[in-house]
């Protein structure tokens, strides 16, 4: 009776210790899982794109450190990439990256993401895949206070003006909708524009309405022109529409979409009134 009992107590023993060997096991096995997961959310932007993204020198109103720097991004951008990480439960880091840069650098796994104000066109779509938009803007103008094109109804009242837009952007494409324009050499970013408009290098630069509305904001030499429909540039939505850029076949597209629906019409506009009130006076 004894043997008994005491082979029974030794089969219960065996048992639990198969029992915690596995449980430990399947802990071991969840750690691992989530260790493969990315613990950041790398975004790349130009921080030099206002109301959408600049750069400035602390971290007032939300801005966030851009890595290896110790400069901090704010704007639209910057607001929206935060939400995206928080729902996708990463730490947020901005990358601070040329224009021209971006797509090589999502490419190339030095990015997640591209949240820079950037359009889903055609073209950009063959080489990465977008979310759905989270903003929709409309073509404007840029040109300085009390030149002959301030007054301009048309985007054919800027014929004979000399024009140009950023690189490697649908914007620049649209100048050759202007009859007799001077198009001029595309140019790398807004803030050289800002200085060739003052200058009175170019006549104009196009643009999309809240950078317009930062221009004038920033430099009250600078006025902008909007157009009534008909008399504006002809371009399709996804032209003038923004949304996140991501490698092609990035799992996260789906939640980021999720995450993107969940913001509503009145929250973007809030927070797009907010990036252009809060916009550094030297962008």
């Known amino acids: 009776m004894l043997m008994k009992r005491m082979l029974s107590l030794a089969l219960c023993a065996i048992l639990v210790f198969g029992l915690l060997v596995s449980v430990a096991g399947c802990g071991k096995s969840n750690g691992t899982q989530e260790s493969n ?50 729902g996708l439960g990463r730490e947020l880091v901005i990358v601070k990256t040329a224009w021209d840069g971006l797509t090589p650098a999502l ?19 063959k080489t990465i895949d977008f979310t759905d938009n989270y903003y929709k803007s409309d073509l404007v103008m840029v040109v300085r206070k009390g030149s002959p094109y301030e007054k301009a109804t048309s985007i054919q009242d800027f014929s004979g003006a000399k024009v140009t837009a950023q690189l490697n952007t649908f914007h620049y494409s649209v100048i050759d909708q202007i009859k ?72 996260d597209l789906a939640k980021i979409n999720q995450i993107l629906a969940g913001i509503s019409e009145d929250e973007r506009k809030a927070l797009m009134d907010n990036a252009i009130r809060n916009q550094p006076v030297a962008q």
């Open 107 to 125: 490419q190339s796994g030095n990015i997640d993401a591209i949240i820079a104000g950037m359009s889903p066109t055609a073209d950009r779509k």
């Open 180 to 251: 007799g324009v001077k198009k001029q050499n595309a140019m790398d970013d807004f803030p050289a524009m800002r200085v060739a408009l003052e200058s009175g290098i170019i006549d104009g630069y196009v643009s999309e309405r809240p950078e317009g509305i930062s221009a004038t904001a920033a430099n009250p030499k600078f006025a902008m022109v909007e157009f009534a429909k008909g008399k504006g540039f002809v371009a399709s939505d996804d032209d003038v529409a923004v949304a996140v850029g991501l490698k092609k076949g990035n799992p």
């Open 37 to 86: 997961q990315p613990k950041e959310f790398k975004v790349g932007m130009e921080c030099g794109y206002a109301p959408f993204n600049w750069t400035q020198a602390d971290d007032s109103n939300g801005a966030v450190p851009i890595a290896g720097s110790k400069e901090f991004a704010g704007g639209y951008d910057v607001e929206i990439a935060k939400i995206i990480a928080q």
